[in-house]
Antibody
Framework: QVQLVESGGGVIQPGRSLRLSCAAS????????MHWVRQAPGKGLAWVSV????????FYADAVKGRFTVSRDNSKNTLYLQITGLTGDDTAIYYC??????????????WGQGTVVTVSS | EVVLTQSPGTLSLSPGERATLACRAS???????FAWYQQKPGQAPRLLIY???NRASGIPDRFSGSGSGTDFTLTISRLEAEDSAVYYC?????????FGPGTKVEIK
């Protein structure tokens, strides 16, 4: 069965950097686009980024462009999100989600349980 | 950026009633690139509808989606207690992709 397990979250000081990971299993990881979505405490969903199946194309939300970098290692079935210059606004649960196809333009059809990032001094 | 507006903010209905949730986009979105999600407290979101009207795998047929252009609707035909959740609309036709603010469905 499809499994997505996020890791790398924690309590991080403002201004520091962080790399989140999403380990995938149960499907052909290299054949699907992958998304990151975040949810601030008590708030709604905010789409963050999507990367194509081969990792050659990606889109970002305006709020994170320039500070967030999405990447993937298809040999390790793992998705990454590098975050620099953390601020309090980045405090959220970060979810990875499997795309419906190799194409960027598709919904996340299966989600992990998320990893919590708390930015605090 | 395509802004999605959902109404109502909260819907309180009894089991067996019909729920109608609306989502309006700030510009026309192809129905091919429109989805609905359900999120229960403490859980990850679950895809309900994609392509505006296609039920995702394992989704009961009491959930249906419709709409085109700027106006989309999620209908839950016969509410059950387990449908208590927040429902989000989502467009993935224009980057940046966006979500609506959500509609909370409460079961009386």
């Amino acid at each position: 069965q499809v499994q997505l397990v996020e890791s790398g979250g924690g309590v991080i000081q403002p201004g520091r950097s962080l790399r989140l990971s999403c380990a995938a299993s149960g499907f052909s990881f290299g054949s699907y686009a992958m998304h990151w979505v975040r949810q601030a405490p008590g708030k709604g969903l905010a789409w963050v980024s999507v990367i194509s199946s081969r990792g050659s194309d990606m889109f970002y939300a305006d709020a994170v462009k320039g500070r967030f970098t999405v990447s993937r290692d298809n040999s390790k079935n793992t998705l990454y999100l590098q975050i620099t210059g953390l601020t309090g606004d980045d405090t959220a649960i970060y979810y990875c989600a499997k795309g419906q196809s190799s194409l960027l333009a598709g919904p996340g059809d299966f989600w992990g349980q998320g990893t919590v990032v708390t930015v605090s001094s | 950026e395509v802004v999605l507006t959902q109404s109502p903010g909260t819907l309180s209905l009894s089991p067996g009633e019909r729920a109608t949730l609306a989502c309006r986009a700030s510009q026309s979105v192809s129905s091919t690139y429109f989805a609905w999600y359900q999120q229960k407290p403490g859980q990850a979101p679950r895809l309900l509808i994609y392509g505006a009207s296609n039920r995702a795998s394992g989704i009961p047929d009491r959930f249906s989606g419709s709409g085109s252009g700027t106006d989309f609707t999620l209908t839950i035909s016969r509410l059950e207690a387990e449908d208590s959740a927040v429902y989000y609309c989502h467009q993935y036709g224009y980057s940046p992709f966006t979500f609506g603010p959500g509609t909370k469905v409460e079961i009386k």
